[in-house]
């Protein structure tokens, strides 16, 4: 009885030594899919136009102001004209609201704005106090 526990062991350990061999045994496992999958949606990235314009800065002196229109003209310290449209929304600094814009042609000013559809409106004017 000893030498039939003896060998039955020896068999034991040897199908444990094979199994615990570093080769790895491919498994075959079909890829089972309902039929209702569907592949998963990824959301859409928002479009260039919904995203809200990066503010700008132009510094320069005020010229061609038309209160009608609501548009002004800039010129730059380059000596180029950058128009402008403003809004009773466009906050005016050192000169009083925007409806006190009239009559500050030739003050040097900086503007901020934004622009969209190749047209710039100002979101803040800041005239410089004794210009």
Known sequence: MNTRLLIVSLICLMGLAACSGKESVAVYQ???????????????????????????????????INMDA????????????????????????GGGGVRNLRGQEGKNATIRYVESDNRKSAVQIHIEVGS
Request: avoid cysteine.
């Open 30 to 64: 079909p890829s089972v899919q309902p039929s209702s999958y569907q592949e998963p949606v990824t959301p859409a990235t928002p479009a260039a136009e919904t995203r809200p314009p990066a503010e700008q800065f132009v510094v320069g002196q005020l010229t061609d």
């Open 70 to 93: 609501k548009t002004f003209v800039l010129e730059d310290t380059k000596g180029n004209a950058h128009s402008f449209a403003f809004s009773e929304t466009t906050k005016l600094t």
